[in-house]
């Protein structure tokens, strides 16, 4: 394990309230186990101070000189990792959702070779933050979807706080998808018959910062995920044939 590269990616849009806690999280949790992780904030445009906030903390930055939503946002760390050598590529979220002391948790299967995508999971125990309750129906939903896809049940396919091995790197750093990754990802994985491990994770509500997903935009949200997960689906089904 003291062998591992491991980058944490933080994603940002707009979090200025709540990044430096998230980063300050990471290191303390990297001091009290002694994991080898870097920390890499990838600010995706934003139009408040957040980075500004970013230039004071003790961690690397990528600025995106364009707003390219979550999915580029999250690519653009995973190049990061993948080109500089990590060996494990992990997300936490900059919103303070993500609770870093779950760091240990997600990355046991990684270190053991029992998996090669490891997903933080508020669904397995049930504890702590579940979601709004029209979000949860569509996680139900993209659980029945993914079954009949690639025959694989994810519980919290929409949980971004998962944990990447060199393998998965290697795929996600060729293309990842855009718009809403998480669960269209999941198909991604499948396809390319990467092992899948969930482990019972507690989250916290948003600590700042500003969800893109509202109740109104929910049922578009559904819609929209569905045909870019069939969409995913297909182009990756063509070119395993």
Excluded at 31 to 52: E, H, K, M
Excluded at 158 to 171: C, D
Excluded at 176 to 201: C, N, S, T
Aim: glycine share 8%; net charge positive; hydrophobic share 40%.
């Amino acid at each position: 394990m003291k062998s591992l590269r491991i980058l944490v990616v933080v994603p940002c849009y707009n979090e200025q309230s709540s990044v430096a806690a998230v980063v300050e999280n990471i290191r303390r949790v990297k001091i009290r186990t002694g994991l080898p992780i870097d920390t890499l904030v990838v600010n995706d445009c934003s139009t408040d101070n957040t980075l500004a906030v970013v230039r004071t903390l003790d961690c690397l930055h990528l600025d995106l000189p364009v707003n390219l939503g979550i999915g580029g946002c999250m690519q653009a760390g995973y190049k990061y990792a993948f080109r500089k050598g990590y060996d494990i590529a992990v997300q936490i979220d900059g919103d303070g959702q993500h609770p870093a002391d779950g760091l240990p948790k997600l990355l046991e299967p990684l270190f053991e070779d029992r998996a090669d995508v490891v997903i933080g999971s508020r669904f397995l125990e049930r504890k702590g933050f579940q979601s709004s309750f029209a979000r949860r129906i569509g996680i139900r939903y993209f659980r029945w979807l993914n079954q009949l896809l690639i025959g694989k049940t994810v519980h919290d396919s929409t949980s971004g706080f998962r944990a990447f091995n060199r393998k998965t790197l290697e795929i996600v750093n060729r293309y990842y998808p855009d718009e809403y990754p998480e669960p269209e990802a999941i198909v991604q994985f499948g396809l390319h018959r990467l092992r899948l491990l969930e482990v019972p994770i507690v989250m916290e509500e948003r600590q700042g910062g500003t969800s893109s997903i509202t109740f109104i935009r929910s049922i578009y949200y559904l819609f929209k995920v569905t045909l870019g997960t069939l969409f995913v689906y297909v182009r990756l089904r063509k070119q395993s044939l």
